[in-house]
DNA sequence: CTGTTAGCGCCTTCAA
DNA sequence: TTGAAGGCGCTAACAG
């Protein structure tokens, strides 16, 4: 819109610093209700529509918080998104969307440019554990919020799943079906939640006085379908278990495939569960058995925490908030089988 | 950083307004070696960040495209979103996405936001056929270029794929297997692509002196796994199809569960084809047959577009941009099979 | 080639 | 409660 402040100002009447004032909410009570009235309708009347750079360089601050995502391919991404831009919008803020794609350099550009537009507060999904800067490079560019990824620095703020009661869930479904020789699949070390993940896992087998043979967890760099396939070939050559987890719903998918291709049937001979819930995992065959994190409500609470922050900057109280997740049982997983049974294949229907 | 314009021309020792002129690649011709080199050591001294807003402010442009998406959660848009950012980031701009979630009051209140920021161009994925006010909401915030749905404004630029073609390739190759009863499921006819496909369905189909029939057709009104399975049901009771066509990779994810739910099996009684190629078609089972598109290049190619038109908004010509597409076999195609062997299953293997 | 002079549109003291 | 004045940091004419 073309029209501006001054402008709405002569049409009510007033001074622009006035009309500014009755445009703005937090300064809306220092004005009388009559030239409030006045403003508004003059603004509406106008289709008045801020200058939101000029708004920004005056009051110095940009109304605009940085998230930053490792790959917005993975589906999750898109329910922390919705979360964060409903709570963000709501309080006047938009949010500035940057997809690194995993990649060092694209991230160092990316935050040069979010510098550059002086963001007001940034959420970080990508943070790893044992980087070489911490989080500094983000810290230096504004108050950051962790989601999803738990930092190393205690003080600051996160948002993260309760991945270890994640993993008790899983095993505690597993051990209730029989299953003893459980196998694992996680992701690189230098994520939180992988280590969060193994911490879960070796608790509740301990619980359930089961031994942890290393062999059943398995590492992968990359956190992808392919991986998920060749850690499955590995667990099936050189264990006997019974049950697979994926990190991801998406490794899973691979740990599915390679079962199939081996002509291992699932869940007859081998249950395999899921992590995250994303929508194909209902979908696929032998539909997957997962925790489900609601990633909507954990980019929400992150957008609230960082605006608190925003709103106070005197109280950078660390807070860590680690929201709950729930076992979605379906059709990968059922009753471990004797293992001389392994191979005799069954159809659902015959 | 704290460094202003002003610090880094006293440390060079000279105006702002040349160092300013040094800083810039469109005006660092206008001055002299020396010069230059001083003001690009002090700001690299300085840690010197131009403040995005001073200079959007300044010179009227905000050096920001917005990129309006319907459903983040449809795996090509994040492809789409890189390509873009690509381009855009290597010509100085930013791309501020916004994710309407198919919503109308969203994308409002969004495109206001848009506005406000003042956004330099637009590029839309949400375009809908019939739309009442056509894109009007969209081109009076800013130039836009149309992404993946074509606009009904033949005097806006786009950047579609070729679906007549996609449609062709799957009946080529169907009509190879010797299918003849082929199913489509298309999506609702307010989106552009869906037009686009019946069209290359019906022409596909004369081509190879097939009958079309109208059953074969059947709309649903969301792009969804659920809508496909329906849809699926019904072509199953009502026509004796040999092949079903899916509008995109999702909805067949739903054929595929349908037909097994049903116990018919994929390929052998019905063969089944998807569209897009996500990351999850090859993964699921049978991997699927679909049709893969260059999401990343789309995007790329219509960023160029956009900032062509940015770098010379007097010649607004039309342009449209049709990327090819390519039929990726995988195995939820095979022959058909004659009429009375249906309902005979048979498993790899056996 | 470089300095000067004006703003861009808004917010924010400070007085009144 | 309102007006006046100044400036946020930068770019864009226009001289020289």
Redesign the interface.
């Known amino acids: 819109?073309r029209a501006r402040l001054e402008d709405v100002a002569k049409l009510a009447n007033v001074h622009p610093a006035t009309a500014s004032r009755a445009l703005n909410e937090h300064s809306r009570k220092l004005v009388s209700q009559d030239t409030l009235h006045r403003v508004m309708s003059a603004a509406e009347q106008l289709n008045y529509?801020?200058?939101?750079?000029?708004r920004?360089?005056a009051s110095a601050r940009?109304f605009t918080i940085g998230v930053i995502v490792g790959?917005?391919?993975v589906?999750v991404?898109?329910?922390l998104?919705?979360g964060i831009?409903d709570v963000a919008?709501a309080a006047g803020y938009?949010t500035?969307?940057v997809?690194t794609?995993n990649n060092r350099q694209r991230e160092l550009?990316?935050l040069?440019?979010l510098?550059?537009?002086?963001v007001d507060g940034l959420i970080v999904t990508t943070s790893t554990v044992g980087d070489p800067d911490g989080s500094a490079r983000f810290t230096k560019v504004a108050p950051i919020v962790n989601l999803l990824r738990a930092s190393e620095d205690p003080s600051e703020p996160e948002v993260i799943s309760n991945d270890e009661l994640g993993m008790r869930l899983i095993i505690d479904h597993l051990v209730g079906l029989g299953h003893s020789r459980i196998a694992t699949i996680v992701g690189p070390p230098t994520i939180s939640t992988a280590l969060a993940r193994v911490r879960g896992y070796r608790t509740a087998m301990h619980e359930h006085g089961l031994a942890v043979d290393d062999n059943l967890i398995t590492t992968i760099d990359h956190i992808d379908?392919e991986h998920g396939r060749t850690a499955t070939a590995q667990l099936v050559q050189n264990t006997n278990c019974t049950a697979i987890i994926g990190f991801n719903d998406?490794v899973t998918?691979?740990v599915?495939?390679e079962l199939?291709e081996r002509?291992i049937d699932c869940p007859d001979e081998i249950s395999v569960v899921g992590y995250s819930d994303v929508?194909?995992a209902a979908?696929?065959?032998p539909p997957l058995t997962t925790v489900a994190v609601d990633h909507y409500e954990m980019g929400a609470e992150a957008a609230r925490m960082l605006l608190d922050i925003l709103g106070d900057p005197g109280r950078h109280v660390a807070r860590s908030v680690q929201l709950p997740v729930e076992l979605v049982v379906r059709e990968s997983t059922s009753a471990a089988r004797p293992a001389q049974s392994k191979r005799v294949r069954r159809?659902a229907?015959d």
Not at 115 to 118: F, G, S, V
């Open positions: 819109m529509l801020p200058n939101s750079m000029a920004s360089l940009s790959d917005l391919t589906p991404f898109a329910q998104l919705r831009d919008l938009s500035l969307i997809d794609n550009t990316h040069r440019n510098e550059a537009r002086r379908a998406l998918f691979g599915l495939k199939r002509g929508p194909t979908l696929v065959y159809r229907g």
